[in-house]
């Protein structure tokens, strides 16, 4: 059972760039997530999807764009890559009126 | 704005210590009030949660301590061990529907237990 699994890893992009990063879930869970990881900051929401088909604003979500492709899979991607996008991003995902949110090991982004 | 603010930033106990870490929040509309336990390189999980209708819940060695009137709750680790050293955030969200997991996070506080 692999939970939430993130890929990459690590990405290292030059301003400008597109990339996608991927997640996908095993757990049947309906509402998936994106936060990112910025030191003194804690983690913050990007976007999140409360089931397959919908997809809605978190706190911070310029400059993303987001796919849930199906229940298993919820896609985060950066159109045209910024330094200031630097960072480290978690995807997680929940059952509706549950309490847990499962978090991914994240994907370590630098934009150059 | 930052609505749920944490301190410290940084901690370091002896072994068998007590470590607080603190968190204050704005928003009186959260009523559910998780912390996640981060190590290197993992995402966080989570340790512990309340809801606002009690005022500590406890689990093993780890305690939170809530309290509404003053917008503020607590985590206590007692006999901190080595093992325990990671980065903690407090969160809190809004009950119902797809809301626990619309985490709002606190800056987090690397804790460091010194054998």
């Known amino acids: 059972n692999a939970g939430v699994t993130q890929t990459p890893k690590f990405q290292v992009l030059k301003t400008g760039q597109s990339m996608t990063l991927q997640c996908a879930q095993d757990?049947?869970?309906?509402?998936m997530y994106w936060y990112r990881q910025d030191p003194g900051m804690g983690l913050r929401l990007i976007y999140y999807s409360a089931s397959e088909g919908t997809t809605d604003k978190g706190e911070v979500p310029n400059g993303y764009n987001v796919s849930r492709l199906n229940k298993r899979e919820f896609s985060l991607r950066l159109e045209s890559a910024a330094p200031s996008q630097t960072s480290v991003y978690f995807c997680a995902s929940g059952r509706n009126m549950d309490t847990e949110a499962f978090f991914g090991q994240g994907t370590r982004l630098t934009v150059v | 704005q930052q609505q749920v603010k944490q301190s410290p930033q940084s901690l370091i106990v002896q072994k068998g210590g007590i470590s607080i870490i603190n968190c204050a929040y704005e928003?009186?509309?959260?009523?559910?009030f998780p912390w996640y336990q981060q190590f290197p390189g993992k995402g966080p999980a989570l340790l512990i949660a309340?809801?606002?209708?009690?005022s500590e819940k406890k689990e093993g060695r780890f305690t939170i301590s809530f309290n509404k009137s003053a917008k503020q709750f607590s985590l206590h680790i007692m006999d901190s061990q080595p093992g325990d050293s990671a980065t903690y955030f407090c969160a809190a969200s809004f009950a119902g529907g797809t809301s626990y997991g619309k985490l709002t996070f606190g800056q987090g506080t690397i804790l460091t237990v010194h054998p």
């Open positions: 309340i809801r606002p209708d009690v």
């Open positions: 757990m049947n869970h309906n509402s």
């Open positions: 928003n009186t509309a959260f009523d559910y």
